[in-house]
């Protein structure tokens, strides 16, 4: 059974960067993204990564703050977001799944993963 190890989330203040951490158990999948869900919001897709790590899409709202890094041989995903901002605070959740990375002009969100991690919170702090 696959299961999704999320580390990094927590308590960041308005500006810091914020890393969060992905760890596959078993699988080798296509595609790995980040969703995220602001409270009392839908949940969106921050970004997707492709299975070279070399394609990635993101939000429009975390477009040019998120970077996205894929270690196939370890089967991690890591996003990295610079200048967080309050309107970021969210329970941030990983995924992985055999679909492959929609293309523009789809958005990251039309992604449909196979398997999620349990979420990690991130509040960020004006």
């Known amino acids: 059974q696959v299961q999704l190890a999320e580390s990094g989330g927590g308590l960041v203040q308005a500006g810091d960067p914020l890393r969060l951490t992905c760890t596959a158990s078993?699988?080798?999948?296509?595609?790995m993204g980040w969703f995220r869900q602001p409270p009392w919001k839908e949940r969106e897709c921050g970004g997707v990564?492709?299975?070279?790590?070399?394609?990635?899409y993101f939000a429009e709202s975390v477009k040019g703050r998120a970077t996205l890094s894929r270690d196939v041989a370890r089967n991690t995903v890591a996003l990295q977001m610079n200048s967080l901002k309050p309107e970021d605070t969210a329970v941030y959740y990983c995924?992985?799944?055999?679909?492959?990375?929609?293309?523009?002009?789809?958005?990251?969100?039309?992604?449909?993963?196979?398997?999620w991690g349990q979420g990690t919170q991130v509040t960020v702090s004006s």
């Open positions: 995924a992985v799944g055999q679909e492959g990375i929609p293309e523009p002009p789809k958005p990251p969100s039309s992604w449909r993963p196979d398997y």
């Open positions: 990564i492709s299975w070279s790590g070399s394609v990635s």
């Open positions: 078993v699988g080798t999948f296509t595609t």
